[in-house]
């Protein structure tokens, strides 16, 4: 059942409704055609001109919800949705669709195109207002979708990789006079690749938990699960009590506090050997000459190699273990992540074969191949 959004705000006594409504008093209802009115103007030539334009989700719901302005959703191919209402007494449309977002008005004169965009952003920031108690209780219920930028993030990862990998296999030294100076070159440019490598791929894998998370009942709500650091996190997705998987998290959580942490947090880390420490008789030594500055170690394509074939080996892991494996079939699907608890039984009962994954990914996709393309 919808929510009547504005009488739920009058019943409430939000204020915010009397500031919309005296705001609003130069708009009324319509419901002329669209095709009725001469021009069109498309959201991002307004904002290229310097108006600034509403999101679509604020304006459907401050026109529609608030405005209560005579709407039509979905009753045509490519075609969101039209909402019709009156400027100063001047036809207008709102309308979404697959190639852009268009205001359609009868008038194009440039006093009434600057007043009428004004009277939108501003209405737009009361919606906005509006909306922000609603939008923290879905939050909190966990009554969203995430959008799934994992195949861009992990391509990120395997473009510094390669980078990385590239910098340390460089040949074609010409002569002995510059092979000093080629080498620590090479060694340096392998360092910041080295070092951009693991912060795309820790990010990558921090947000491929998040989507995980959607796959599994857990007394932590989402909001909370994603304040978590990577290492809660991880805990709370993976058994690290089984043998295996501990054996991957004490590598990765090495690899994190050993190489990713210490440049991520100005060059400090917890071993404190970025320090000189002062002894009397000796002056200022290291307070580590085991492993040497996390710097050195990271240019060293040992390392580098090191540290691929762990994430490589954690990675094949998961390919190879069936329930996990079907959960990254659906991240790497592309389709965003929900987390109601409709959703979360769609997914278990979809990860209980192959079979049941395939048509599950199937069907999702279609419809979301129809979405995006407002093929109704």
Known sequence: MSVDWRERFIEEGNERIKYLDMAAREISKSNVNFNNCIYRFKSNELEAIGYKVPPQHLMVFLLVDLLKCESHFKEMEKVFCEIHFRYKEIECCYSIRKF?????????????????????????????????????????????IIKNSSYRLFSRYKYFKSKAIESYSKEGIKSESNLINRRQRLSTEGFYNTTAMLEAYFSFQEHVLVLLFAFQKSEVSLKDFIELTWQDKFKIIFDIKDKIIQSYYNALVSIKNNYRNPIAHGGFDKSLD??????????????????????????????LEEIINTIDEFHTWIKDTPVLSRKMKIIESGLDIRYTVMDFETYNEALESDDKLEQYLEYALEAWDREINMDW
């Open 100 to 144: 852009g977002t268009y205001i359609y008005t009868d008038s194009n004169d440039s006093d009434f195109l600057k007043s009428l965009m004004r009277t939108l952003w501003n209405l737009g920031k009361i919606a906005d207002n509006l909306l922000e108690k609603p939008l923290e209780k879905s939050v909190d219920s966990g009554q969203v």
């Open 274 to 303: 970025y320090m000189l420490v002062y002894i009397e008789g000796l002056g200022y030594v290291p307070t580590n000459i085991s492993d040497g500055h996390f710097y050195t170690r990271l240019s060293k394509s040992e390392t």
